[in-house]
């Protein structure tokens, strides 16, 4: 029996392919790492799966094996054509030949649960690194009916998005990550683990959806705003940062912090969740 590593050979050679670096292709050529992803996911048949970037198959055909059904969104039409040749068997495929940034997850979604009567829809990718953020948040903001998002990206991201707010590591899709899901770290999986290696190591991690966020606020535009503002200028001040972005006069935000017992003297990365919403929810008297 080929272990995944030939049969990744043997699939590039009968198709000509290479990995092409400007869609961000790396082969995945682990089979702990295909199994950590399948595990973490807890794939029943009564789930939905959107598989975005199957690339040559790897994870597809385990997907298939497990789930109710499997939508894949490929951009790359050479792994259209391969996915397609490959799983011709199975009838439990769809493959989308799109940006996943222009697919209508959310219809998308919808329909395959009235009509097949799926009780979960669950993400699982393993994302070009060039893209994950965008892609992320995404799947978040546009508010999809899913359960999960099982995903495989470069593990300096993963850091990030893995850490509390507050903590060192943290960044601006931090809050994004904790106001939507309860992040999971699953494994980390290191270059080797892919033809051709990339330059970093990888890990896998798993956002669980939460039903309703932590904290309540009026505006989640505002929210994010007010975050996105801390942390372009992560140095400065909350007063300096958010005075920047025509919310707030820097008297204003003074008499804000004071009001709310935050030090004015605090940058925007040493804030809370529940401090940034406080900010967001914040009217003067």
Do not use: W
Request: glycine share 4%; hydrophobic share 40%; charged share 25%.
């Amino acid at each position: 029996m080929q272990n995944l590593y030939q049969e990744t050979k043997f699939i590039m050679n009968k198709y000509h392919i290479t990995a092409n670096k400007s869609l961000g292709q790396n082969f995945l050529i682990s089979e702990d790492a295909v199994s950590s992803i399948i595990e973490s996911s807890s794939i029943t048949k009564q789930d939905l799966i959107i598989e975005i970037g199957p690339g040559l198959g790897t994870l597809t055909q385990q997907l298939l094996e497990k789930a109710g059904k499997v939508i894949c969104i490929e951009l790359d039409t050479k792994m259209v054509n391969i996915i397609t040749d490959r799983f011709s068997l199975y009838d439990n495929i769809q493959i989308i030949n799109e940006d996943v940034l222009k697919v209508n997850l959310q219809e998308a979604i919808k329909k395959e649960k009235q009509e097949n009567n799926f009780q979960n829809a669950k993400v699982v990718a393993n994302l070009p690194y060039y893209i994950t953020t965008p892609i992320i948040m995404k799947l978040l903001e546009d508010k999809l009916d899913i359960e999960s998002i099982t995903i495989m990206i470069q593990k300096e991201v993963a850091q990030r998005l893995l850490a509390e707010p507050g903590d060192t590591l943290s960044g601006a899709i931090t809050y994004g990550i904790h106001y939507y899901t309860i992040p999971e770290n699953v494994v980390e999986v290191t270059r080797d683990s892919f033809i051709p290696a990339p330059e970093v190591d990888s890990q896998v991690i798993k956002l669980n959806i939460r039903k309703q966020p932590p904290v309540k606020v009026k505006s989640e535009e505002k929210l994010f705003k007010i975050i996105k503002l801390a942390f372009m200028q992560r140095r400065k001040t909350l007063i300096n940062a958010l005075s920047n972005g025509n919310l707030y006069t820097k008297t204003e935000i003074n008499q804000m912090l004071e009001a709310l017992e935050i030090d004015p003297k605090i940058r925007g990365e040493k804030l809370t969740l529940e401090q940034f919403a406080e900010i967001a929810n914040f009217e003067a008297k």
